[in-house]
């Protein structure tokens, strides 16, 4: 499974940064990408990023969030600034296209004064 971890309670306007380690196995020469849920809705894709460093994001958070990796430790981040209310849900990480059996708990993010 995928761990993602550093969400958080943060005001509007402010940043998180998320982490997901995963296994070599998921790691190696995946595409991985976070996806978030917002209570009642199916998951959406919100980044994404290539082996080489190419990227891609959901028009929602262009601008705003960053998403990362380490090849070397199997880990991707995801920078988010500017956070909104609307961004409050709860994050994970797998590979694009997803894993089914490779779903961790995700990290709740939540955007509140």
């Known amino acids: 499974q995928l761990q993602a971890s550093g969400g958080g309670l943060v005001q509007p306007g402010g940043s998180l940064r998320l982490s997901c380690a995963a296994s070599?196995?998921?790691?190696?020469?995946?595409?991985m990408g976070w996806y978030r849920q917002f209570p009642g809705k199916q998951r959406e894709l919100v980044a994404r990023i290539f082996m080489g460093g190419g990227t891609y994001y959901a028009d929602s958070v262009k601008g705003r969030f960053t998403i990362s990796r380490v090849n070397a430790k199997n880990t991707v981040y995801l920078q988010m600034n500017s956070l909104k209310p609307e961004d409050t849900a709860v994050y994970y990480c797998?590979?694009?296209?997803?894993?089914?059996?490779?779903w961790g708990q995700g990290t709740l993010v939540t955007v509140s004064s």
């Open positions: 797998n590979t694009v296209p997803a894993r089914v059996a490779d």
């Open positions: 070599g196995r998921i790691f190696s020469s995946n595409v």
